[in-house]
């Protein structure tokens, strides 16, 4: 018998019609996904939970510039940070989740905070942040989370606009992080991560903070994280619908999640992707853009890393 039973992790930084940027520094991207994933994965080998193990993945990324989501976050029409986060625990069905927040280091941790030290699943805005600091979350600088890179690509749209040209030409990129994982007690989690999309409008909130759209777990089924095309993924539910395929439709998770993403909304053209996990160890990617930046590892396959289809 095994000391450990299955567990696995999986993670992505995003999905995305590629670029010029990711190209230039892919190895630095799959070392990012590396760094992710060991560090995660080492919480469910010590034997801790499936709700440890996706935040602390989840905060890797967070902390790496080149990921959209907390340090290199996207920035806004006014040239602003604006951050959400969610978490969800398999086993209860409990969740927690920020949006529209600046000066917080790791928005993961607050949402996490949220979830085990509130009623609420939600808070957004400015009492999000009076909330971090009176749960100990030290704020940080407006600039802290402002990369040159985020800086550089935020004027360059700027200008794009006021020329009616294409931003960025034909690359489109939906930055987001995310985890998914199954301890060794048979526990799913799941959390989702970012800074937003380039340019967005002020006071917007995307799927990354809301339960169901881009963040799921629930032990019967799955724990998924979702990104690409975020007004999408919330209009189409897409991470709790993918669990409800599967309890409902009796297919696989990667029959799930190849079904809604590749099949259901075929018609709408939306890109999107997802990650997932199962009570079995199975563990699912599925995208429909021509790049998500992904990895796993389980205690039944060894680690894996991956950027273009």
Known sequence: ??????????????????????????????????????AGYKVLMDGRSAIEAVHVAVKVMEDNPLFNAGLGSALNENGEIQMEAAIMDGKYLQSGAVAMVNQIK????LAKAIMENSNHTMIAGQPAIEYAVNHGMMPVS????????QRKKFLQSKSAISYNLPINGKKKAYGT?????????????????TGGPALAHAGRI???????AGCYADNSTCAISATGQSEYLVRL???????????????????????????????MLAEMGVIGVDRGGNISFSFNTECMC???ISNQQPLYVGIYK
């Open 206 to 212: 995307g799927d990354s903070s809301m339960i169901g």
């Open 106 to 109: 790791n928005p993961i941790s």
């Open 142 to 149: 407006n600039e802290y989370c402002i990369t040159e890179q």
């Open 237 to 267: 539910v897409v991470a709790h619908d993918i669990a409800a395929i599967m309890e409902f439709g009796g297919k696989t998770l990667q029959e799930g999640c190849d079904y809604k993403i590749h099949e259901k909304h075929k018609h």
């Open 294 to 296: 992904r990895a796993s």
């Open 1 to 38: 018998m095994e000391r450990f039973g299955k567990i696995a992790l999986a993670i992505h930084g995003g999905a995305s019609s590629g670029s010029d940027y990711l190209d230039n520094n892919i190895t630095s991207y799959e070392e990012g996904l590396e760094r992710a994933t060991t």
């Open 177 to 193: 992080v995310g985890a998914v994982a199954l301890d060794r007690h048979g526990n799913t989690a799941a959390a989702t991560s």
